[in-house]
C-alpha cells in the first residue's frame, strides 16, 4: 500500500503552524536574550511584556479587518456583545469593534497594575526601568509579530 500523496493545502497548514511556533519562540527569546546579554531588569520584562498586548491587540484587530474586507462574511456585522439589545439588524456591531473594546480596556486595566507593581518596587536597582531597553525590546517585538502578520495574510 502507497501513502497519499500530500496535498498543497497540508503544505500551506503545516508552514502556518511552524510559522506560529517560530513566532512564539523568536518572541520569547526576545526578552530572554534581553535579560541574559542586554542586562535588562525584571521592570523592563514586565512593560515589554505588555507591550507585547498591545502590539497583539493591533495586530488581531488588523487581521480581523483584513478578513472583514475581504470576505464580507456577516459573521463581522452581528449584534454586539457589549449591551447592545439582540437585533436581526446587520450593522448593530461588529466583531472589530468588541474585540478591540474588551481586549483594550483589559489590557489598559492590567497596565493600572504594572505601574503600581513598578512603583511598589521603585527603590529596589532590580526593577529600575530603563526605556532604551523597552524601546528596544518593542522595536524586536513588533518587527517579529509583523513578518508573522504579513506571512498570515495570504492565508486569509
Not at 534581553?34 to 512593560?47: C, K, P, Q
Not at 456591531?93 to 474588551?102: E, F, N, V
Not at 518593542?138 to 509579530?145: C, E, F, P
Request: glycine share 8%.
Amino acid at each position: 500500500m502507497s501513502r497519499p500523496a500530500i496535498e498543497a493545502d497540508d503544505w500551506l497548514r503545516l508552514a502556518g503552524r511552524l510559522l506560529a511556533v517560530g513566532v512564539v519562540l523568536v518572541a520569547n527569546a526576545i526578552p530572554l536574550y534581553g535579560v541574559l546579554r542586554l542586562h535588562w531588569s525584571v521592570a523592563d520584562v514586565l512593560v515589554l511584556f505588555w507591550v507585547e498586548n498591545l502590539l497583539a491587540i493591533a495586530g488581531t484587530c488588523a487581521t480581523i479587518a483584513a478578513h472583514r474586507h475581504a470576505t464580507r462574511k456577516l459573521g463581522h456585522w452581528r449584534a454586539g456583545q457589549l449591551g447592545d439589545a439582540p437585533s436581526d439588524r446587520i450593522g448593530s456591531g461588529t466583531l472589530l469593534r468588541d474585540h478591540a473594546t474588551i481586549t483594550l480596556f483589559f489590557t489598559l486595566a492590567h497596565g493600572v497594575f504594572v505601574v503600581a507593581v513598578l512603583v511598589a518596587q521603585a527603590g529596589d536597582p532590580r526593577w529600575r526601568l530603563s526605556p532604551d531597553a523597552v524601546r528596544e525590546g518593542t522595536i524586536l517585538l513588533a518587527g517579529v509579530l509583523a513578518c508573522a502578520w504579513l506571512a498570515d495574510l495570504p492565508a486569509l
